[in-house]
């Protein structure tokens, strides 16, 4: 017995896997398969796709353009760049309802926020409320890292620099009385951003964390008095400054500004009639061809309009069931695997 | 010095210790790093990874190349490292062996290592020569000394040293050896084994030395009780280890193709970053000057600035063009098809307990390519076994039995030799008529075995009483004397003068008058002898041709039936030679020794006057019979030659045999057959057609051919006609062979297969896969070599989709960010992508895939050719892939793009964001490419299945946990991406984005794929229907080989000229008995550590035959 064994010591081992003769599966692309496969899709496919334009349809949209580049419009004597603390004012008329919950949101276009330099010009543990980062921030900030006097600015860099500083406010007119529409700017940014990403040093008053250093230079206000009305909505977890920290993917976007306050008369989004949108008009865009345009918006199940996906499942599950017919034209000329 | 180490010491001669390891501890880390960054691929990511360290240029973090260059790296050093520790253990363990040395007047067991130039050390019989050694005396008569050089140069044949008589007196005198005070003065260590100069000093005589006195390391002392030498080269200064110089590097096509490939990557890479520096430069002029509001410009940076730092900045980028772990997945695919191929059971050949060896690891998809196999034929194709099988005796035939109803009866009782005490055990012979005939005394089979047992050259070798042992210049003429002792003919022994045979049992004295020599014209060979009652016979031997002419025709008869049996052995594939014998009478045998006499002192034209002498005396002979002499083909060769040559593989046998020996086995293996009728002959000298004009003329009739049969090449030849084929016709070429003679073949060849068998170890360590048996080869080639070149194919095809994939979503993003080498993905998932989610997948893939199972495709050769034609993976595929991977690409970023620019989460928050979106193109991206890896993969094992799960369940878990809060709480900076994860994987547009990216990037690839196999299904869909249909092959039917009708011509002996004299000569049999000439098996060797890259180059004439 032990002679046998060492005189085929060297007998490969007689497994499944050393054999190469792994119990598999083998698909193949059979006409059974494929061709009824196609089909499935297709129609599926048109399913989903009518699901999604019908809802898409049902979005309402409603766009307006304020950045003043042509003569007529009511904010092009803003838009001449050196006039400061300009206002103007934006009138559109509602027929019909728009359907509640009511977003309200801003529009950059041509903006470049996914720019590389852009995008990488923040210091994530400033943001985070390192205290030792207050004083010297990432050299990622730069150029606006420090200003003239060697001041760290506070928050660092081409994002919190360029954040968007137009404020606005909206007023319903009807039956000759104007009453303000109540917005809600609570929990408009991520819960992550504003819990976990963002915080604000724990420091008491927030205003002593920011000792030694200096505001943005494009800010009005340093960071810690970004919203008077609310405290707890300062520093680094100012929601506006969180919208606009999450920057964006592609040049033209549109950011959430406030919510309709779903209460008394706008229960069920804004009723018809004339309203007015008072704008603080600082933000200068005209420098690089860029727009500005407020955005009212409801959502559905699947987020925003959007009517590309809708179209796009409608045209790909046709052409499914056109492909499955032409291959089944094809099949039953050839018929490949039962030929011999 | 001899026994003087100061003296020598003081010389600084190098030791006797050796080396061939690379590194140490401490040099392995930076040699070894130096190795690998030699290597182009990872110097290119060390440049990147530099590049990345420049602030202004750094479009990614740095750990994103870092990571996977030292995954790479530290893969590859630990191979090396692995390697080297191998290296280091037979290094030890040549250095630790023992010998005996002479110090201080007293032998002491020393260790290899030790051993000094100019110590004398003692060897004995078997051992290993330590070092170059000047042989100073030896235990045998005038000093003596037999070694086997196989390690050396190949060559089985033992080699005579014979050592100066002056130190040959030195004996084993301990004392006088250890006073020997001789001077060595030398060549300069070198490595030519066949030369040596110098001289030895001693006691103010100067006598020369040269190569017949030295003993080299690499060989083994045989049959030699001892010997004393004094060591000339130590360690790495002789001739062995100088000899052992780098091995060449095999590359496969795919390799060239890889390079090629890998130089236009990079070309297209340097044209999309110059590209993207361009429009970089438009964008920064028209756009980016007038958004400085808002993100001004850096310091002394202005548009033509940026824009050349944007072409580094995407070289960083798209660097994922030129996939990092493209040559590291190439080797661990390589070598698992080579162990593969080790555990193949199918391969392993129980009786010698050999299981096939992938000695070298990185050919494997090489032998699905295979166009051209060059084989050997000795050893190879055949066992080089030869049986007596069957006889013709005065017109009966022997050996064939028949059963009653006329069939023919394979197997049945061995005929019993047990009455005969000096009977070979191991010959078998099944008919019984043959020994009753012998034995009831008739005189014609008498005389039959009796000229078998004297007519020949052998040498017998009795170490016992009755335990014969015969040295056969040639296996037929052992076999034939075999034959003959077996049947009561037992030759004995020999001396100059007589030869001693014992006849049924009664010892007989023959005297040997002459031996007319066998050579390449006369095709026979005689003795003439004088029987105990003074009869004087001639005895020959000879091809049957030749016989027949000169025979008496008295005999005409007999001889017609004895064709007619010569026909049929013929037939039957057998080596048919013809016996006869002729009566001599006294006085004319006295005036024929006179003249042969005289010619054989002739100054002039001895050899014509021999030649007619000869001529003259054989004639008129009395015809005896004919014997068949089986030349024993290995198992399974004819269906295997059948099978390669279904397989479209051209196969070349390239011989050292005689034309009519290698026709014989072309027809006996099925290479040659009958209705080949366009076969026609070339004669011609192989040396001369190898010359430079003559060289495309052989080529092109070559190709012409069928099936082409070299003969008489010599191994320089071999190798040269291996060349020429793989110069002129781009073909891949394999080269089979057991022997030293065909080590530069195998060389040569793109890939050397070495039969594990009886001709000694030389072929298979130079060679690149070896096993025992031929018939492997088809396994290997049709089975492993295909799935490998499937496996290979598939594996390059996708990895290249893949990563081109990955890589133009950021060419497509850069239209929309302004070109600033913004990436479209986490930083993160660039460092994983290749390393961690699809790593495991696509070895998957490359080691388990095969498209039809073994049985299937040793059923259909024909799933080979594919392969040789290069069709799986080329230039155009490889333009094909791109195009599919611009394709996903432009699907993978745009659907995304025009499904999010716009939209919100369905709580209006923001989910255009470039995080969301980079999230959203990352998993769409990897869903698209596992999906095209399940259109790929033919044969999912559960190993495939576990992979491809197991790896998307890592991304989600690694991209869940790398953008949780938890990581970003531990690391701040590094995990960016907190929160994606959850708020845009819970979308349901999300979600129907991926699921429309996908089946959008799939289902054109499935209906294009479905309508090609309709219109235009290859063998390999059709196999897989055939496949799917019937579990299993039907088991090809057993081929029985066509009996040939037409006679061939029979066959000389396989010998050599001269040993007819060498018998008759004093100085050969000086030593009472033979010493063993022919072949050794080999034990263990030093050999498997060294390979010495020599061959001898032997000039011979040759004759070339094409049929």
């Known amino acids: 017995m032990v002679k046998q064994e060492s005189e085929s010591a060297n007998r490969p081992d007689n497994t499944a896997f050393t054999q190469q003769r792994l119990p598999a599966w083998q698909p193949i692309l059979s006409a059974g398969i494929v061709i009824p496969g196609f089909v499935l899709i297709g129609l599926a496919f048109i399913g989903i796709g009518v699901a999604l334009f019908v809802t898409s349809r049902s979005i309402q949209v409603l766009e307006l353009d304020y950045t003043g580049d042509s003569n007529g419009s009511p904010c092009s004597s803003c838009s001449q760049s050196v006039v400061t603390n300009c206002k103007c004012s934006l009138n559109f008329t509602l027929t019909t309802l728009f359907q509640g919950p009511v977003f309200f949101y801003y529009g950059l276009s041509n903006y470049f926020q996914n720019y590389r330099r852009y995008g990488a010009s923040k210091d994530d543990n400033q943001l ?81 964390a920011f000792n030694g250093t200096v505001k943005p230079i494009n800010w009005a206000k340093p960071a810690y008095e970004l919203d008077a009305s609310d405290p707890s909505n300062n520093g680094f977890v100012n929601q506006d400054f969180l919208v606009w920290m999450r920057r964006a993917a592609l040049p033209n976007f549109r950011k959430l500004y406030r919510r309709i306050d779903a209460s008394g008369d706008y229960q069920k989004g804004l009723p018809a009639g004339n309203y007015t949108i008072d704008i603080a008009y600082n933000y200068p865009v005209r420098a690089f061809n860029g727009a500005k345009k407020i955005v009212f918006s409801n959502v559905s199940w699947m987020g925003g309009r959007n009517e590309f996906l809708g179209i796009a499942y409608l045209v790909i599950g046709s052409l499914c069931v056109v492909m499955s017919i032409v291959m089944l034209i094809v099949y039953a000329k050839f018929k490949f695997p039962d030929e011999e | 010095r001899a026994n003087d180490r100061a003296f020598n010491l003081s010389h600084g001669y190098a030791n006797n210790a050796i080396r061939t390891s690379k590194y140490n501890i401490f040099t392995f880390l930076p040699l070894n790093l130096f ?84 110590d004398i050390v003692k060897l004995e019989n078997n051992e290993f020569v330590t070092a170059d050694l000047l042989l100073l005396s030896s235990s045998e008569p005038l000093n003596l000394v037999y070694v086997e050089t196989a390690e050396l140069d190949g060559e089985t044949n033992l080699k005579v040293k014979q050592a100066l008589t002056a130190t040959g007196e030195l004996g084993d005198n301990i004392e006088a050896l250890a006073a020997f005070n001789g001077e060595v003065r030398c060549e300069p260590p070198n490595n030519r084994l066949d030369k040596f100069k110098g001289t030895l000093t001693m006691n103010d005589d100067i006598y020369a030395l040269d190569n017949d006195k030295m003993l080299l390391r690499g060989c083994t002392l045989r049959n030699t009780e001892w010997c004393f030498g004094l060591v000339i080269f130590g360690g790495p200064d002789t001739k062995l280890m100088q000899n052992s110089g780098k091995s060449v590097f095999k590359r496969t096509s795919i390799d060239h193709l890889m390079n090629i490939l890998v130089l236009c990557i990079f070309g297209f890479l340097g044209f999309m970053c110059a590209i993207m520096a361009i429009l970089n430069a438009f964008w920064e002029a028209s756009e980016g000057s007038l958004f400085t509001v808002f993100l001004p410009r850096e310091a002394g940076i202005d548009a033509h600035l940026s824009s050349f730092l944007t072409f580094w900045s995407y070289v960083i980028v798209l660097n994922t063009v030129v996939p990092i772990s493209l040559y590291v997945s190439m080797e661990v695919i390589r070598l698992g098809n080579s162990f593969f191929i080790n555990w193949d059971r199918k391969m392993y050949y129980p009786k010698n307990d050999t299981p096939a060896q992938a000695r070298t690891t990185t050919l494997s998809e090489e032998l699905g390519q295979i166009k051209y196999i060059f084989s050997d034929k000795t050893g190879t194709l055949t066992q080089n076994i030869m049986t007596f099988n069957k006889c013709s005796i005065n017109g009966k035939a022997y050996g064939d039995l028949y059963d009653f109803s006329g069939q023919r009866v394979e197997i049945t009782e061995r005929v019993d030799f047990s009455w005969n005490n000096l009977a070979d055990p191991k010959f078998s012979f099944h008919d019984h008529s043959l020994v009753e005939m012998v034995r009831s005394g008739n005189p014609e089979t008498q005389e039959f075995f009796r000229l078998l047992s004297l007519c020949h050259t052998v040498m017998p070798e009795e170490k016992k009483e009755g335990e014969l042992n015969y040295q056969a210049q040639s296996p037929d003429e052992g076999a034939l004397v075999t034959a003959a002792r077996n049947f009561g003919f037992v030759f004995r022994s020999r001396t100059p003068e007589t030869i001693t045979v014992i006849e049924m049992g009664k010892q007989v004295l023959y005297e040997l008058l002459a031996v007319l020599d066998f050579n390449n014209v006369r095709k026979r060979m005689s003795v003439i002898v004088r029987g105990p009652e003074g009869k004087l016979t001639l005895y020959c031997k000879g091809a049957d041709t030749i016989i027949l002419e000169r025979l008496d025709p008295s005999c005409n008869k007999l001889m017609k039936l004895t064709t007619n049996h010569l026909n049929e052995y013929a037939g039957d594939g057998l080596r048919t030679l013809a016996l006869a014998y002729k009566d001599l009478d006294e006085s004319y045998m006295k005036d024929w020794t006179q003249r042969h006499h005289e010619a054989s002192i ?89 010359e430079k004009n003559l060289r495309l003329e052989l080529l092109r009739t070559a190709c012409m051919c069928q099936t082409v049969i070299c003969c008489r090449v010599t191994p320089l030849q071999k190798a040269q006609v291996v060349q020429l084929v793989k110069k002129y016709k781009q073909a891949v070429t394999l080269a089979i062979g057991d022997g030293a003679n065909d080590v530069s073949m195998i060389k040569a060849a793109h890939i050397g297969v070495g039969i594990s068998g009886q001709e000694g170890m030389q072929a298979v360590l130079s060679s690149d896969f070896c096993f025992a048996q031929f018939r492997y080869l088809q396994r290997l080639l049709l089975v492993h070599g295909r799935w490998s070149y499937i496996r290979m194919c598939k594996f390059l095809g996708y990895f290249f989709y893949k990563n081109f994939t990955f890589t133009l979503m950021h060419f497509w993003y850069a239209f929309f960010c302004g070109f600033s080498a913004q990436t479209v993905y986490d930083e993160w998932f660039i460092t994983f992508y290749n390393t961690i989610y699809t790593a495991l997948p696509v070895l998957g893939l490359s080691l388990f895939e095969q498209d039809v199972n073994d049985r299937w495709s040793l059923q259909h050769p024909q799933l080979y050719t594919p392969g040789q034609k290069n069709q799986y993976f080329n230039k155009k595929a490889f333009v094909r892939c791109v195009m599919h991977s611009c394709y996903s690409s432009l699907i993978l970023f745009f659907i995304p793009w025009a499904s999010m620019h716009d939209t919100v989460r369905d709580d209006g928050k923001d989910i255009a964001d470039y995080q969301s979106f980079a999230l959203l193109a990352q998993t769409c991206l990897l869903i698209v490419v596992f999906a095209q890896l399940f259109l790929d993969t033919y044969y999912w094992t559960a190993i495939n299945q576990l992979f491809v799960w197991a790896s998307i369940a890592v991304y989600f878990a690694i991209t869940f946990t790398m953008y949780s809060s938890g990581m970003f709480l531990i690391f701040t900076s590094a995990f960016p991406f907190t929160g994606t994860a959850r708020n845009s994987l ?40 055939k496949a799917r249909k019937e579990a299993l092959p039907a088991p090809a039917p057993r081929r029985t080989l066509k009996k040939r009708i037409t006679r061939r011509s029979g066959y000389a002996f396989s010998h050599s000229q001269g040993y007819g004299a060498l018998v008759m000569s004093q100085k050969f049999l000086l030593k009472g008995h033979m010493r063993r000439l022919a072949l050794f098996d080999h034990r263990d060797s030093p050999m498997v550590q060294n390979q010495p890259q020599h061959y001898r180059t032997i000039t011979e004439e040759s004759e070339s035959q094409s049929p």
Request: with cysteine; net charge negative; glycine share 4%.
């Open chain 1, 128 to 208: 985070y409320g390192d205290l030792s980062y207050f004083t010297s921030p990432s050299s990622s900030c730069s150029p606006y890292d420090y200003d003239s006097s060697k001041k760290p600015i506070v928050p660092c860099g081409s994002i919190a620099n360029s954040m968007f500083n137009d404020t606005f406010t909206l007023t319903w007119t009807v039956n000759g009385t104007t009453n303000n529409v109540p917005l809600d700017g609570k929990g408009i940014a991520w819960w992550t951003d504003y819990n976990i990403k963002y915080r604000n040093p724990s420091v008491t008053p927030l205003k002593n």
């Open chain 2, 35 to 118: 190795e690998q960054f030699r290597r182009l691929a990872n110097a290119y990511f060390l440049f990147l990874l530099i590049l990345q360290l420049i602030p202004q240029i750094s479009s990614l973090s740095w750990f994103t190349t870092a990571v996977p260059l030292v995954f790479v790296l530290s893969i590859s050093a630990v191979k090396d490292a692995n390697d080297d520790i191998n290296r280091h253990k037979c290094d030890r363990q040549v250095n630790n062996r023992k010998v005996d040395v002479l110090m201080d007047g007293q032998l002491k067991n020393e260790k290899w290592m030790n051993v000094q130039v100019g």
């Open chain 2, 602 to 690: 002739a100054m002039e034209e001895r050899e014509e006057k021999l030649d007619e002498l000869y001529e003259e005396i054989e004639k008129d002979m009395m015809l005896l019979g004919a014997t068949a002499v089986e030349d024993k083909l290995q198992d399974g060769v004819p269906q295997t030659i059948e099978q390669l040559a279904k397989a479209d593989i051209k196969i070349w046998v390239l011989t050292g045999d005689k034309q009519e020996t290698a026709e014989n086995i072309g027809y006996s293996c099925n290479m040659l057959r009958e209705e080949m009728k366009d076969v026609f002959f070339v004669s011609a000298n192989t040396a001369f057609a190898l």
């Open chain 2, 986 to 1025: 819970n979308q349901p547009n999300v979600w129907l984005t991926i699921f429309l990216s996908s089946l959008l990037c799939v289902l054109p690839v499935v209906a294009f794929r479905f309508i090609l196999i309709q219109l235009r299904p290859t063998i390999n869909d059709e196999v897989r229907a």
